[in-house]
């Protein structure tokens, strides 16, 4: 089929209209004969009729299967515009598994090849895994969380290699002051950021260490592999410089919108969706109040923990979360974007059935992108079982769900090429 594609602006996004063009000759071939040569008024009138419902037949189908938005980088690489419209697509049937670090490390061990504590519960990887970019910016060997940066350069390798997807957090320092940390809570940091040339000039250098490992990231054929990148995250709360505490919602927004155009304009940077994740938010005008609009954003997410307390109970953290979710999910659908829980989890899952009991009735048939849970630190932090935790034989049901998808169902997928139809035998 020879597609035509025609970009129209609506909500601030591009959506692709694919047309037929077979079908287009179909319809206006016999219409330009018939008003040439037309034999007599009837059955011109009846060629008409024809003509008019075989249009409206090829709109409505081609537009309801192939309406797709684009990323907000009209420049993104080939893999990246693909992997974006295989995430909408397969948004539709399912949701994918995440786990930060998974490949560094786990519980009782570090940097063995071919480990994950994921794989070693249900046999396969995840099909998203989260890394971290914090402490890149001081042009440190290593992140935060001891992850050496040449290690995870590789480790994303080798998910794109399997067809799987990375997505990259960043808890950089206080540019204000790079010997604080990221919980750094100096207000006004972003306003003195803008104010300050020489702490503006340092944020660009740290941006541009961003840029050279986001570029850096390159596939067998020398192609940038595509990652999702979720920086200033958490902001409705106030634990890290950038959170609602310490900036105006003008601040914030200009400063997300200068992340993204530095990145994206300046650096030439175009292997990027970039991914909005807010913390708990109560309502849909919570949600967007620092939404830095459409132009700025490919993916709607929000972080939520599970901490339970005799206020917060299991059913109220569903009921609660659900409501979130499906808030997201109309933004999403408004909006034309792809949404995710992009950071979740119960730390220790001392809860034997979390999995089918807690994290599915939040997550299922929502049309959400991905769920990730948070890494497996240390024994008193980790959040995906390992063998033998307690959680182990409700996360193996969990897995088994036909709609859940890991490492090999989006592997199957090819979500690095053009959307094609679901393979048979896929879970998808
Ligand atoms: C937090 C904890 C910290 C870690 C930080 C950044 O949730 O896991 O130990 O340093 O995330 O990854």
């Known amino acids: 089929m020879v597609l035509k594609r025609l970009y129209y602006k609506s909500c601030g996004n591009y959506i692709v209209k ?41 709109i409505a189908v081609f537009q309801g299967l192939i309406a797709q938005t684009l990323p907000i980088d009209p420049k993104a690489t080939p893999e990246t515009k693909n992997l974006y419209l295989n995430l909408q697509r397969l948004a539709k049937k399912g949701i994918m598994f995440g786990h930060q670090d998974d490949l560094a490390y786990g519980i ?22 989260g890394w971290d970019l914090g402490h890149l910016e001081l042009k440190r060997p290593v992140n935060l969380d001891s992850v050496p940066f040449d290690a995870m350069r ?59 490992f986001f570029k850096s990231l390159k596939g067998p054929k020398g192609e940038a592999i595509p990652v999702i990148f979720r920086p200033l995250h958490e902001h409705t709360g ?28 300046k650096k ?18 919570a949600y967007l109040e620092r939404y830095p609009g459409d132009e700025y954003v490919d993916i709607l997410g929000f972080d939520i923990y599970h901490r339970p307390n005799p206020s917060d109970s299991i059913d109220h953290f569903v009921a609660n979360t659900r409501q979130m979710v499906q808030t997201l999910a109309e933004i999403g659908k408004e909006k034309n974007k792809v949404i995710t829980l992009s950071e979740t989890g119960l730390e220790q899952l001392p809860v034997a059935d979390w999995w089918t009991r807690t994290l599915v009735p939040v997550v ?24 033998g935790q307690a959680s182990a034989e409700d996360f ?19 979500i690095y090429k053009k959307p094609t139809k679901s393979k048979k035998g896929s879970k998808l």
């Open 18 to 58: 694919a047309i037929s063009l077979p079908a287009f000759k179909q319809s206006f071939v016999p219409l330009l004969c018939c008003t040439a040569g037309c034999i007599n008024q009837k059955s011109k009138m009846l060629h008409m009729h024809k003509i008019l419902l075989l249009l409206l037949f090829n």
């Open 108 to 129: 009782g061990w570090k940097y063995e090849p071919g480990r994950s504590d994921v794989k070693e519960v249900v046999g396969e990887y995840p099909a998203v895994v």
């Open 154 to 212: 590789n480790f994303a390798q080798q998910v794109y290699a399997r067809g799987g997807i990375n997505t990259f957090s960043w808890h950089p320092n206080n540019p204000v002051d790079p010997s604080k940390d990221t919980w750094f809570q100096q207000d006004s940091t972003i306003k003195q950021v803008f104010a300050d040339p020489a702490i503006m000039a340092r944020y660009d250098a740290w941006l541009d260490e961003v840029a050279a």
């Open 238 to 265: 106030s634990w890290f410089w950038w959170g609602r505490g310490h900036s105006t919602v003008a601040e914030y927004t200009k400063f997300w919108r200068y992340t993204v155009d530095y990145l994206r304009n």
């Open 268 to 285: 030439g940077v175009h292997n990027v969706l970039y991914a909005y994740s807010p913390d708990r938010f109560e309502s849909r005008e």
């Open 364 to 387: 299922q048939d929502a049309g959400l992108s991905y769920v990730l849970v948070w890494r497996n630190g240390r024994p008193d932090h980790f959040y995906a079982p390992y063998p």
């Open 396 to 414: 193996k049901k969990f897995y088994q769900l036909p709609n859940v998808f890991f490492q090999k169902d989006v592997a199957a997928e090819n």
